[in-house]
Structure formats: C-alpha cells, structure tokens
C-alpha cells in the first residue's frame, strides 16, 4: 500500500467513525517546532503544517485541556504562537494553517533554545503544571550540529519536558534525531513528507504517554525519626507528582493508596478513597508526620493488604485487572531487615510490580534490591529534594510494565491453567504480523458482569500491541443466538481506536450460536476485504464459558475455520465443555480458568502468540 493510500484510508477512517479526543483526562502542553529551512520548499512544509493540523485535531483544545504552541525555523526562529495565546480549536488550527515558510539554514539550535527560553517561561503561560510535549519536525541535519546537541540538551534537563524529534526524508541525520530527543523511543523516521500521517498514532501514544491499563499504585513512606518533618513533606510532594501523570476517570482510571511507618504503620489514604486528582493531592499533602523507628515492613504489610483487599469499609478497593504497584521510598536501613525481605518476596510472588527509593546516603542498596521486583525497580538520590528529578522515571517504568508482557506469569493455585504446548508461531512469525479475531461469547450463561470481564480483558490484551495496518490488528466478533460484528481489521488504524470500540462493546445475553461465530469469523473476519493481511498470521481466539447450542455444527464450522487461522479456544468456569472447546481449538491449544476474574492470569500465555515485536517504528 503507497503511503498515499495509507493517508487517505486513515484520514477517511478519521472522519468516518471519530477519532476519540487523544489525551482526554490529562491535558499536556504540545510545542511543534518545525524546520521551515530552503531544503524543503514551501510545499512540503504546508505537508508539515496538515500534519500538526491533523494531530491536534485528535485534542480537547482549551486552557484547562490541551494546549499548542508553534515555532519554525530557518535562518531565524519565528514564534508563531504561545500556550496560552489561542483558546480554543477552531484558532489554533486557523493559525497553524497560515504559518509562514521561514526558508534560509537550519538554525535547529535557535529553536530549541527559544522554546526553553520564551515558550515554556510563565511570562508565556509555558509553567502551567502539565507534561511539556515539544515536537521537533525536521527533513535534514542542522547547520550547527554542536549547538543543536546542547541546546537539545539543555530543553531536555527540565524533567516536565519530553522532546519527540520527527525526521522526514532521507537526509536526516540519525545521530542528530537521538541527540534532541528525550530516547530512542521518542525518535521517529518516515521517507517522505507524505508519509507523516503513517506515525500519527503511535505520536499520539508518545505525546499522551498512556498507560492502558488500569493501576493501583501504594506509596510506602518513611515517616521514621532520621529525616524530620520538612524531608517528610518532599515524600508527599513525590507521591503528588507520580499521582499527577494518571488519569481518575473512565476506564483506564488509577487508584492511589498512601501508607507511612515508623514504628508502627498507618493507612493514611486507602485506595480507592478519593476519585479525582484534586481530592488526592491535597489530601496526601494532610498525611502527618509521626517520627520513630523504620519498621519498612509493616509499611509493607499495610500496603499488601490495601492491594489484596477487595473492600475496604465501603469502598471497593483493589481490582483483579489493575496493575498492583507498590513504591517504597526510604532513607534509611530498616529495623528489621529480615521482615522488610520476606514482606517484600510475598508481595513480589503476588505479582506486584515492587519499587524501591532510597534517599541520601544511609540506605541499604543491598536492602532496596530486595525489596524491588528487579534492579531497574531501584532508584537513587541523594536527598529528598533531588526526589523530583525521577518522577518521570518512575511513571514510565509504571507505564512500561502496563504497557508490555510481563515476563512471569502469575498464576494462583485455584486456577487451572493448561499450558499451551510449545509451539514454534513465535519464530515462525519473525517478521509476520498477527491478525487476531477475537470472538466472544455473549450469552445469557455469563450474565453481563462476567461478559465485561471477558470485554475488559480483551481490551488488555489489546493494549499492549502497536495496532495498525504494519503491526498487530485486532477485529472482534460477539455471539449469543445472533453474531455481531463488533470491528473489522481495516476499521480502525491505530490503538485508541481499537481500545475505543472495545469499550463500546454491549452485552446481548441469549442462545450460544457458536457455530454462527465461528462461520462469521471464517466467511467475513478473515477476508482480505475486511482487512485481513495476506502477509499475516491469523488467529481466533475464542472465549466461552458453555455449551454450544448446536455442537455438531461447531464442529463443523471450528474444522472449517483451521484451514483459516489457529483458533485459540479460552473456557472459563464450571460449565465449560472440554471436549467442545477440544473440537474448537486447532493444534490443542485449549485453556481454561476456573473463574472470569482468573483471565488475566493467562494475557502473557496469548500474547506470546502474538509475535510483538519490540522494534521502533521506521517506516
Ligand atoms: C490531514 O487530514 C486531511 C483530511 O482530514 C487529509 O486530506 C490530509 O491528507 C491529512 N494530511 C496529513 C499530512 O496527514
Ligand atoms: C478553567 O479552570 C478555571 C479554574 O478551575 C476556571 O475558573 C475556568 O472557568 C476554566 N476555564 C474554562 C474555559 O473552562
Ligand atoms: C472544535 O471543537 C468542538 C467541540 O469539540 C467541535 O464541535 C468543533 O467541530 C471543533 N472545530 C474544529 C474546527 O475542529
Ligand atoms: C563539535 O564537537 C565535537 C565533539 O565534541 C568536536 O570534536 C568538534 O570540534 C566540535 N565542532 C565545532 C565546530 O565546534
Ligand atoms: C524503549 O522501549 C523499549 C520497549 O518498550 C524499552 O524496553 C526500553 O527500555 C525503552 N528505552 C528507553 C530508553 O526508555
Ligand atoms: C503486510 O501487508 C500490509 C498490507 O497488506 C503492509 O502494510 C505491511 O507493511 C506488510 N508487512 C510486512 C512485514 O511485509
Ligand atoms: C446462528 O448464527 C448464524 C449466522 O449469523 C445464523 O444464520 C443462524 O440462524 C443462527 N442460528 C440460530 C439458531 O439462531
């Protein structure tokens, strides 16, 4: 497909079915900065302005929502507009569209500097509290490539600010791509100015910095007699600023829990107590200080207990799909090492996801090891004032663990989880992408409540993969005694899209016509007119907790449907059919769960399926 095609498919799809509004419950501040230089002509930059056009489309534009900026530059740096200039979406896009062509050099440098100097300073509205987005488009290497490096350098030293550096054409110089942005992951290539659109979504993703799952995150602080009140208050201001990088709202929502020790432990903030990041924050900024011993593990236990629990009083509290995270921050040994540890390892082998800080120089690394799932789960300062400098880090090592696959599974002793048999897909699909149908079973049997489980986990296991018509595509197929088609592969390009529908799903409750699902999945899901990939490995995974109405047909149809694709079959509960879901699956691939909230135990099974590929993106 010509990157021209690829365009108008995505901008169609755009209009067709509505881009959800990207970042909707955490405004950032966006800054395009844009190479205006004479290498690229006054064509392809109007190619640049459709593309910031198009991009910010995808924002609530506002002084409380997202907010744009724009800089070009050539010879000189133009400042076309500031953050808080225009409010509203119909004026920014109205000014972007009329940006001048600056033409001359490529004084990267000057602009670089101008955002850190003029854009991002308060007098220009540049120090609202919201992550700091600046985008550097380019098509060539900079006139100054020293000057660039330090003025990138010194953009980026401020820890609000992420730096994306976009290279257009094959004149780029990489070394020069990696310099300005923030890492690797930020870089991005495409061959030509018409190919910008391609990168759109995965831009989106970067800019958004989303987690897709859902978290529970427990701050564990040190509330013992070495630090004193003032260094107390920098531990609050650290859990408001990690707690400020998540979103409250809709289905993605995070829940926060605060715990301090010192001799004993207090649940000063239960999780799940307050719903909005205002309500949060100026509560954790209540927590008292209570001075004492560091007994590290009762803060453990307590905080342990809050990501267990299921209700607390009357709040409902952990849930079974969040990512559990604890972070214990300390400045101190503890006072019982040996309960610190085996605190720590039990919660570990739950599967939370452990994190350690250790502050000043009387911290026990030996001890943050262990109290941490893994060595990148350690951080260091030097005092509680430098805590700040590694909230970004933190949250995108949240992110990233919600993000990916975990590498262990953890399965608890009531589930039955049947290994699938090794197999050799992962190699064999090398570079192949997959192309995986889900079809899920929407009968009365499950009632609506487990039937949002199985949406729920769908949407989890979706979450992880880049979407589009180069990477993972996703389509799913809903049956109780009719078949719905939920999407098909080519409806949706990029993954909000395919999350977005998901969460649309609805509940039918009726018959099991499994093999009405399986002929859907076989006769439409998997044609190429509905965007199956010739290049593709094609999956169906289907997920069901009874009895077929008609298990002869679904035999019929499940033998039809191997000739297609692997088929996956997934039975959860007591009343599944294993000679069923036996005929269903093609090579044996049959797992099952004891329980709908058990499902997730088995997402990194599946997504090793998947073929994901940890490659960045250049296209
Ligand atoms: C922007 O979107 C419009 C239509 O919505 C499309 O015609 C145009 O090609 C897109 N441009 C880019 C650079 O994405
Ligand atoms: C933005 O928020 C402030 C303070 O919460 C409020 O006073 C103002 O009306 C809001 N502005 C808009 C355009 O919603
Ligand atoms: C601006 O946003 C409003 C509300 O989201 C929407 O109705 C309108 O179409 C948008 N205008 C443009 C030019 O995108
Ligand atoms: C640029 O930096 C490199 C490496 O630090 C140095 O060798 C080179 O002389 C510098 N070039 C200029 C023009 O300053
Ligand atoms: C980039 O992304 C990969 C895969 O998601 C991750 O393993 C790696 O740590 C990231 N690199 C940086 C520098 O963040
Ligand atoms: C597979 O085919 C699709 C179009 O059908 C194309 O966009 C994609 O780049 C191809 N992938 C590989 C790895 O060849
Ligand atoms: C099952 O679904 C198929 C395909 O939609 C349909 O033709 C068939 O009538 C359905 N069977 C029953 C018993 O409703």
Not at 251 to 271: A, G, K
Not at 519 to 538: D, I, Q, V, Y
């Amino acid at each position: 497909m010509t990157a021209l095609k690829t365009l108008i498919i995505i901008a169609l799809v755009g209009y067709v079915y509505g881009l959800d509004k990207a970042c909707p419950f955490k405004p950032a501040d966006i800054i395009f900065v844009l190479d205006g230089s004479g290498s690229e002509g006054a064509q392809n930059f109007k190619r640049q302005l459709h593309f910031v056009s198009n991009f910010t489309q995808q924002f609530e534009i506002g002084p409380n929502n997202t907010r744009v900026g724009l800089v070009t530059f050539g010879t000189g740096v133009h400042n076309e507009f500031f953050l808080n200039q225009y409010n509203d979406n119909s004026s920014v896009l109205n000014h972007i569209d009329n940006a001048n062509y600056p033409d001359g050099e490529t004084n990267t440098h000057l602009a670089l500097n101008f955002v850190r100097q003029q854009t991002l300073s308060s007098a220009h509205g540049g120090d609202r509290d919201a992550s700091k987005i600046v985008i550097v488009l380019t098509d060539g290497e900079s006139l100054s490539p020293n000057l660039t490096v330090a003025a990138a350098a010194a953009l980026k030293s401020d820890p609000k600010v992420t730096v994306i550096s976009v290279g257009i054409g094959s004149k780029v110089n990489p070394d020069e791509l990696l310099a300005i942005a923030s890492d690797r992951n930020h870089t991005f290539r495409v061959s030509d100015f018409d190919a910008l659109s391609t990168i759109e979504a995965d831009l989106t993703t970067e800019t958004c910095n989303v987690c897709n799952d859902q978290s529970d995150i427990c701050f564990v602080l040190d509330s013992s007699g070495s630090e004193g009140a003032s260094n107390f208050h920098h531990q609050l201001e650290f859990v408001n600023m990690v707690a400020n990088e998540f979103s409250y709202e809709g289905n993605t929502h995070t829940q926060v829990c605060v715990v301090t020790f010192s001799t004993s432990s207090h649940t000063d903030i239960p999780l799940a107590r307050y719903h909005t990041l205002d309500a949060l924050t100026e509560n954790v900024l209540k927590v008292p200080y209570r001075d004492g011993e560091t007994r590290t593990d009762l803060g453990i236990v307590s905080a342990f207990n809050q990501l267990q629990q299921r209700h607390h009083g009357h709040f409902p509290a952990a849930r079974d799909f969040a990512n559990k995270v604890m972070i214990v921050l300390t400045d101190g040994r503890s006072t019982e090492p040996d309960l610190t540890k085996s605190q720590a390892h039990r919660a570990q082998s739950k599967g939370i996801d452990m994190f350690a800080i250790g502050i000043g120089s009387n911290v026990d690394p030996r001890e943050l090891d262990t109290i941490a799932s893994d060595h990148d789960h350690v951080f260091r300062v030097t005092n509680f004032k430098q805590l700040d400098s590694i909230h970004q880090s933190v949250v995108s090592a949240i992110c990233a663990k919600s993000l990916k696959a975990t590498t262990t599974t953890t399965t608890t002793t009531t589930t039955t989880t049947t290994t699938l048999p090794p197999t050799t897909t992962k190699a064999a699909c090398g570079l192949k992408p997959a192309d995986i149908v889900f079809v899920l079973d929407s009968s009365d049997s499950e009632g609506a409540e487990n039937f949002r489980t199985e949406v729920e986990f769908v949407r989890n296991f979706a979450a992880q993969f880049h979407i589009g018509p180069g990477n993972v595509q996703f389509s799913v197929v809903t049956y109780s005694t009719d078949v719905r088609n939920e999407f098909f592969f080519n409806q949706y390009h990029n993954r909000n899209g395919v999350l977005h529908a998901i969460d649309n799903i609805q509940y039918m409750g009726l018959g099991t016509n499994t093999s009405g699902a399986l002929n859907f999945a076989r006769t439409e899901s998997l044609l190429p007119a509905n965007g199956a990939r010739a290049n593709s490995t094609k999956y169906v995974i289907v997920i069901t907790d009874g009895r077929s109405d008609d298990p002869d047909a679904t035999k019929q149809e499940a033998q039809l449907l191997h000739t297609k694709a692997e088929v996956i079959s997934i039975g959860i509960g007591p009343r599944v059919d294993k000679t069923e879901l036996a005929n269903i699956a093609s090579n044996h691939r049959v797992v099952t769960v004891d329980s709908f909230t058990l499902l997730k135990t088995i997402k990194n099974q599946l997504t090793d399926l998947a073929c994901q590929s940890d490659e960045p993106l250049v296209f």
